[in-house]
């Protein structure tokens, strides 16, 4: 049972670049969630999904795009990469909602740079 | 929307000392309020967590106070040991619908020797 696990680790990207970030789970977790750290910032939720097909907006959604085509996997995709998009990219799931009690599990993190 | 603010974002306490932490939150529909730890190179990882309908809550050295009046919770370590050094984060749950947490800045806490 390996969690919540994501790829890459790290990558570095010039401007204008596209790239996508994959995030899977062993766990048969519904819901999905892409947050980004940026220092001093905490986490901010870029995309969520609730179930296999199905995404939402969180608080930064712009310049990102996702999909859920499989229930163990959320892709979060940069189609026009930008120096502001520097970041450490977290991927979490969870069982059901937080608000029905559900623990969210985080993903190691993907370092990404944009020259 | 939901806002999270931290305080202190650096907090250095001697080993077997207590280090309390303290957030605030501005929207009263919250009802979720997890606390998370961050090491190293690490995703964050969840510690304790507190509902609106508790007003503490204990796990060993580890404990959560939620004041829904005033719209603040902390977190509370007895006993620190060098372990515990490494980011805390708070956050919060709006009660608004979507299903993502709102986090605060983090706070780095340091056990000294």
């Known amino acids: 049972n390996a969690g919540v696990t994501q790829t890459p680790k790290f990558r570095v990207l010039k401007t204008g670049q596209s790239m996508t970030l994959l995030c899977a789970q062993d766990m048969n977790h519904e819901y999905m969630y892409w947050y980004r750290q940026d220092p001093g910032m905490g986490l901010r939720l870029i995309h969520y999904s609730v179930g296999e097909g199905t995404t939402a907006k969180g608080e930064v959604p712009d310049g990102y795009n996702v999909s859920r085509l499989k229930k163990q996997n959320f892709l979060l995709g940069l189609e026009s990469a930008a120096p502001s998009q520097t970041s450490v990219y977290f991927c979490a799931s969870s069982y059901g909602p937080m608000a029905g009690g559900y623990e969210q599990y985080f993903g190691p993190g993907t370092r990404l740079t944009v020259t | 929307g939901e806002n999270v603010e931290q305080h202190p974002s650096t907090l250095s306490v001697q080993e077997g000392d207590s280090a309390v932490i303290k957030c605030t939150y501005s929207d009263s529909a919250s009802n979720y309020f997890p606390w998370y730890k961050q090491e190293l190179g690490k995703g964050p990882q969840l510690i304790i967590d507190i509902r609106s309908n508790v007003g503490e809550k204990k796990d060993q050295r580890i404990a959560v106070t939620l004041n829904k009046t005033a719209k603040h919770f902390s977190l509370h370590i007895t006993e620190t040991q060098p372990e515990d050094s490494a980011v805390y984060f708070c956050?919060?749950?709006?009660?608004?619908?979507?299903?993502?947490?709102?986090f605060g800045k983090g706070t780095h806490l340091i056990i000294q020797p």
């Open positions: 956050a919060a749950l709006s009660g608004g619908g979507a299903d993502g947490l709102t």
